[in-house]
């Protein structure tokens, strides 16, 4: 291999998962390399006996058509996949739609949801799975979520003309209604069918979307909750992995899974969708003093109901006990921490109400599984 490794970067920068991706990687060159990169604007097809005659020692890609050609090349390439059943042997970066679909539909239960529905675009297999496993969790808790299916006719997929069945659709949904989209450009549409159906949202209808592609996110009216993917190390622990690939170092086969780490909340979904007031005070105080020491006594006392039957609402409308959701949403806020802030871990103990550090990471594995340093590591790579 040359002194400076060069690779190749067929990864979209239309979007922000690729944005993200392509942002790991260079970071790991930064800190790893340097590396020489060959990113093509143009039409592949014309680059070919450029990037022949210019020799990449490696390369990370997605799975086009075109793209596929380079594998002509025969050196260490990992692609990135929107379904892991089109691999070629090759190491592969793929979502994790069961956690997305999870997560999904988690948090529009949390706001109170008895009511859903899920868009997204029929011939894409990372959509269709996404659907599959937020409708599958639903189930579970007991839920029918409504799934928006298109037109058999390419012309009625067009924009213009969707938009109207979209919006015929969400009419027909039961109030109040939680809806995922597939990915961020999704829910945008889904927001644009609310206005030509009339409908209010986040009132009678909320919408999350997959990816927390600001610029989109931002760009919608009123701005759309997003789940936040963990791209971007995904995009280090590839170019990682690449690395010693290009040094012939042995590897284990392996598959770089891209997860959610959270949920940004914006006002596409920044409601409660419960009718019962009780609930709405004990939830709305619970928000209000994550980074302070209540207990369950505590959140009883603002509400008229005994604890017994706060204990029995809470259950039956939100799925969690009342301690349960207090964790909840106190672990949420700290794990917003991590990814969101440059904060160390000793001034977010601080913002709490924890004795001291060791108190807090055990408190965020009992409900995370993994440490402060380890979470903040695994979603903040680089």
């Known amino acids: 291999m040359n002194n400076i490794p060069k690779v190749v970067l067929l990864v979209e920068t239309s979007r922000s998962f690729g944005r993200q991706i392509l942002s790991g990687v260079v970071k790991y060159s930064r800190f790893q390399g ?34 596929m050609k380079l594998l002509d090349f025969k050196i260490p390439t990992i692609l990135v996949l929107h379904d892991k059943e089109e691999r070629s042997g090759l190491p592969i970066v793929i979502t994790d739609d069961e956690s997305i679909g999870k997560t999904a539909a ?20 990372w959509s269709v ?13 007991g839920f029918s979520p409504a799934v928006f299916r298109q037109s058999s006719c390419s012309v009625n997929r067009e924009w213009e003309k969707e938009q109207l069945y979209m919006a015929k659709w969400l009419k027909e949904l039961p109030k109040p209604a939680g809806i995922m989209a597939c990915n961020d450009d999704r829910g945008q549409h889904v927001l644009e069918a609310c206005k030509i159906a009339k409908m209010n949202v986040p009132d009678e209808v909320s919408v999350i979307g997959v990816d927390n592609d600001s610029l989109i996110c931002d760009l919608c009216d009123p701005p759309l909750s997003s789940i936040a993917l963990n791209a971007e190390s995904a995009g280090y622990s590839a170019a990682e ?25 914006r006002q596409s979904t920044d409601i409660l969708a419960v009718e019962d007031p009780e609930v ?14 209540i207990l369950v006594s505590d959140v009883v006392e603002k509400t008229n109901l005994s604890r017994r039957s706060l204990e029995v609402r809470f259950k039956k409308i939100i799925h969690r006990s009342i301690k349960e959701e207090m964790r909840k949403l106190r672990t949420d806020l700290i794990e917003q921490m991590l ?8 001034e977010i103990t601080a913002s709490f109400d924890f004795t001291d550090q060791e108190h807090i990471s055990r408190y965020f594995k009992k409900e995370k599984s993994v440490g402060l340093r380890e979470f903040r590591k695994l979603y903040r790579r680089c």
């Open 129 to 141: 799975r996404r659907c599959e496993f937020f409708s599958k969790y639903l189930n579970d808790k």
């Open 34 to 67: 340097p590396w020489a990169f060959y990113k093509e604007p143009r039409d592949l097809e014309s680059a070919l006996p450029h990037l022949k005659n210019w020799k990449p020692d490696g390369i990370i890609m997605r799975n086009t058509k075109s793209a």
């Open 339 to 346: 990814i969101e802030t440059n904060l160390t871990i000793a």
């Open 106 to 125: 988690g948090h529009l239960i949390s706001r109170g949801f008895k009511n859903f529905g899920y868009c997204g675009f029929d011939s894409l297999p």
């Open 280 to 293: 709405v005070k004990a939830i709305r105080f619970i928000r209000q003093n994550a980074k302070s020491k």
């Open 241 to 265: 992995l690449l690395d010693k690939l290009m040094r012939r170092e042995r590897t284990k086969k392996q598959n770089i899974v891209v997860t959610p780490t959270h949920v940004v909340c």
